[in-house]
Every structure is written in structure tokens, then in C-alpha cells.
């Protein structure tokens, strides 16, 4: 197999004041990376092994050497496993934001056996959403739940955003979003809805189009993919 790894080595000003590499600590891996990014968040620092502090910015994540000289982004992998250290975490971290997602807050399609559940950003405005939903009854004879979260890809201003407030304050949520699909009307209506959650949930995401699919195992199937193929990216993980 051949693997490619691209590293961007961004080399920190050097301290005049050099430590053992044990020596320093998470702190003072922020202070370095933070004097040189200040404009720029930590979500989370920590020590990984005897070589790097890994850095989490939201789906991003760098690492700094342990001696504080070097910046590193990219991925790092294991080489005695083969195990991509790096995707390992985002995928934690996206499970992290999936997990608080509430089922309330959701459109759940299930059939009476569930082998694999999908939450899927999705728009009625986007065709390749409308071409997924075509299939939603092969994916559940499948035994595939699938977890529908509204979503207008161009933002609350967009005319896609309204009515899937409308969908949502439906008295029946999935006979309206299959009349969107359709191309159809949905009458108007308001109520408390979960669509400003979602455009948050969507931002930590990194949800950038639709349809996005998240598995119960954290990885990501962007766009469109016909069901069948989806079954296989299932039963693979």
C-alpha cells in the first residue's frame, strides 16, 4: 500500500533557555503556540507520547515536538500498527459532538431491526439530498436507521432555512419533507425548532454541503452515495 504523508514543519523561534524535552508541559506548549497563532483558540492540549503535544482546534489538530521548536500538520501514523493516529482522534472528536446530538432534535427513519445508524446533515433545497431520500426505504429494509438533521447549507438567511422550520412544526415531519422533496409546497408554520443547533453542530462539523453522513463509528461519508455502496461502507467498519 503506498502512503503518502504530507508534513508542513513550521519551525518555532528558538528559546535561548533550552530544557530537556520532559521538562516541559502542556502550559508551556500553549504559551509557545499561542505566542505564535494569538489570534487562534485551543480547544484542548495535551502530551500524546515522548515526542508530541498534540493541539485540537476544532476538527484541526497540529502538534507541537516536545522541544518546543516545531509545528507540525498533518497526519501522523504509527508505522509498527499502521494506525492513523490523527483521524483516530478527529473521529473522537466528532463522536464527542454526534453523541450530544438528542434524537428529539432529529427526523428518525427506522425499520424494526437496526444494524447501523446514520445521522445525516441534509437540505431541501439540495437535489442530491432529494436523490439519498429516494432511497431512505432501501437503506432501512437494510436495516440502516437514519437520523435526518435539518440543515440549510446557505446559511439561516436562505429560503430552504424557513421551510424546514415549517417542516419541523409540521404535524407529520416526514410526509412534509417528502412534499419539499418533491418539489412541492409546505404551508408555513413556526414553532421552537433545534435549525439554529444544527447550523452549530454543523460548524464544529466541518459540514461544508450536503448531504454529509456520519457513522456510529465517526467517519464521514460526504455527499451523495447510492445505498448500496453505503451498505458496504457499513458492514466494512
Not at 87 to 104: C, E, F, G, H, S
Not at 109 to 134: E, R
Not at 166 to 187: M, P
Not at 213 to 222: L, N, Q, R
Request: glycine share 4%; net charge negative; hydrophobic share 35%.
Amino acid at each position: 500500500m503506498r502512503l503518502l504523508l504530507f508534513l508542513i514543519l513550521i519551525s518555532f523561534i528558538s528559546c535561548s533557555n533550552q530544557k530537556d524535552n520532559y521538562e516541559y508541559t502542556t502550559d508551556d506548549a500553549r504559551e509557545k503556540f499561542l505566542n505564535a497563532y494569538p489570534n487562534l483558540s485551543i480547544d484542548s492540549i495535551e502530551r500524546i507520547n515522548n515526542a508530541f503535544f498534540e493541539i485540537l482546534i476544532g476538527e484541526q489538530i497540529f502538534y507541537i515536538s516536545t522541544d518546543l521548536e516545531y509545528l507540525l500538520a498533518g497526519n501522523i501514523i504509527d508505522l509498527g500498527s499502521g494506525k492513523n493516529i490523527t483521524q483516530d482522534r478527529i473521529k473522537k472528536y466528532r463522536l464527542a459532538i454526534l453523541n450530544t446530538i438528542d434524537d428529539k432534535d432529529t427526523i428518525v427513519y427506522s425499520g424494526k431491526k437496526i444494524d447501523h445508524s446514520l445521522i445525516i446533515f441534509t437540505d431541501t433545497t439540495c437535489p442530491y439530498c432529494q436523490k439519498l431520500h429516494n432511497e431512505i426505504n432501501s437503506l432501512i429494509t437494510n436495516n440502516i436507521q437514519v437520523k435526518y438533521v435539518l440543515f440549510s447549507r446557505n446559511g439561516p438567511e436562505d429560503d430552504a432555512y424557513q421551510e424546514m422550520v415549517s417542516i419541523w412544526c409540521s404535524d407529520d415531519q416526514k410526509k412534509s419533507i417528502k412534499t419539499a422533496f418533491s418539489g412541492n409546497f409546505v404551508e408555513q408554520a413556526n414553532c421552537k425548532n433545534p435549525l439554529d443547533k444544527n447550523q452549530a453542530l454543523a460548524y464544529k462539523l466541518r459540514v461544508n454541503g450536503t448531504p454529509m453522513m456520519f457513522t456510529e463509528s465517526g467517519d464521514v461519508i460526504p455527499g451523495y452515495v447510492p445505498y448500496k455502496k453505503i451498505i458496504e461502507i457499513l458492514d466494512k467498519n
